[in-house]
């Protein structure tokens, strides 16, 4: 089925590049130092999630004073924010600029919306600002994904309505929240993770949008 779509909303990480390795190497090292279990298949529930949603899984009930809590995402931060420094258009996922610049010939509207708190810094490392109509964060609305806030919120803003906005997404959580907001919604990764979505790719280079959306 083609449909008449008038905005593709872009998650970040695991997406537009792959900045969920550096959230898991961020995180592995805090565990490791907390003497925390931890792996990277652990590390599968964290996309898409809050930094302070991510810790409570991680701490699993473990009940630590606020104080303690507030060192240990600053300190995850921290690291994160010391591999991030280092990107650059290089680490943009192959096909995303391709499938960026094809959308806006077809004078379709271009958003990020992503739950880090970081997305503006590493959108500006990558080189691609310019590109998109609006960027919304961490910061944008309170209720992060699952809940379907961030991405009504960036519709608002695009003065677009939610069935006709299309969002490409790698979590679960931010597929439920694409398909809480009505949206149409294209998941990036296993059928494990991204199943729900109304479209599935392995890798974004493998999006077909003539087989997605109405092309004159
Ligand atoms: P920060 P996305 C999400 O970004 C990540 O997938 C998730 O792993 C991370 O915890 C969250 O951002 C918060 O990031 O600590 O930088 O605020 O996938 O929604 O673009
Ligand atoms: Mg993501």
């Known amino acids: 089925m083609q449909l008449n779509l008038a905005a593709f909303i872009f998650d970040l990480d695991g997406v537009i590049t792959?900045?969920?390795?550096?959230?898991?190497?961020?995180?592995?090292?805090?565990?490791?130092?907390e003497g925390i279990p931890f792996s990277r298949q652990d590390n599968e529930q964290f996309r898409g999630v809050s930094r302070r949603d991510c810790l409570e899984i991680?701490?699993?009930?473990?009940?630590?004073?606020?104080?303690?809590v507030?060192?240990?995402?600053?300190?995850?931060?921290?690291?994160?924010q010391d591999l991030?420094?280092?990107?650059s258009s290089a680490n943009?996922?192959?096909?995303?600029?391709?499938?960026?610049?094809?959308?806006?010939?077809?004078?379709?509207?271009?958003?990020?919306a992503s739950a880090s708190k970081n997305a503006r810094?590493?959108?500006?490392?990558?080189?691609?600002?310019?590109?998109?109509?609006?960027?919304?964060?961490?910061?944008?609305?309170k209720k992060t994904k699952p809940a379907p806030d961030l991405f009504l919120h960036t519709a608002e803003k695009l003065r677009?309505?939610?069935?006709?906005?299309?969002?490409?997404e790698d979590a679960s959580a931010g597929i439920e929240a694409a398909l809480a907001a009505g949206m149409i919604a294209i998941?990036?990764?296993?059928?494990?993770?991204?199943?729900?979505?109304h479209y599935r790719f392995d890798l974004p280079e493998e999006i077909n949008l003539s087989d997605i959306i109405k092309v004159n």
């Open 18 to 33: 792959d900045t969920a390795e550096y959230h898991y190497l961020s995180w592995q090292r805090l565990a490791d130092e």
């Open 58 to 68: 991680l701490l699993a009930g473990r009940n630590y004073p606020e104080k303690r």
């Open 70 to 80: 507030q060192e240990l995402l600053v300190r995850k931060n921290n690291y994160y």
């Open 84 to 87: 991030i420094n280092e990107i």
């Open 92 to 112: 943009i996922i192959a096909g995303v600029l391709k499938l960026l610049k094809e959308l806006k010939q077809y004078r379709i509207k271009l958003a990020v």
């Open 121 to 141: 810094f590493v959108i500006k490392k990558l080189g691609i600002e310019e590109i998109f109509d609006t960027i919304s964060d961490g910061y944008s609305v």
């Open 160 to 168: 677009i309505k939610p069935a006709a906005c299309a969002v490409v």
């Open 187 to 197: 998941g990036i990764g296993p059928a494990e993770r991204v199943g729900k979505a």
